[in-house]
Nanobody, 115 residues
Framework: QVQLVESGGGLVQAGGSLRLSCAAS????????MGWYRQPPGKEREFVAS???????NYAESVKGRFTISRDNAEKTVSLQMSSLKPDDTAVYYC?????????WGRGTQVTVSS
């Protein structure tokens, strides 16, 4: 079955950096578009970044220039390097993939940015 496992969250001061990773299994990873979403406290889940099998990348406007998504097909991982973090980046971050028109999510990893 499809499994997505995030890691790398934590507490960081504003202006700091964190790197999130997502390990995928149960999918043809190299063929799959992978994404990161986040859900701030009390808000809806929102798109952060995605990377296609051909490494076409999209970012939410709010993270452009600060976050970098990348993938390692050999390791079946997708990463999100986050820099210049702001308190508004505080959220649970989720890894995502769509397989046969069905969304799959990891359990999420908490990122807290203190001011």
């Amino acid at each position: 079955q499809v499994q997505l496992v995030e890691s790398g969250g934590g507490l960081v001061q504003a202006g700091g950096s964190l790197r999130l990773s997502c390990a995928a299994s149960g999918i043809f990873f190299s063929w799959s578009t992978m994404g990161w979403y986040r859900q701030p406290p009390g808000k809806e889940r929102e798109f952060v970044a995605s990377i296609t099998s051909g490494s076409t990348i999209n970012y939410a406007e709010s993270v452009k220039g600060r976050f970098t998504i990348s993938r390692d097909n050999a390791e079946k991982t997708v990463s999100l390097q986050m820099s210049s973090l702001k308190p508004d980046d505080t959220a649970v971050y989720y890894c995502n993939t769509v397989q046969r028109w069905q969304n799959y999510w990891g359990r999420g990893t908490q990122v807290t940015v203190s001011s």
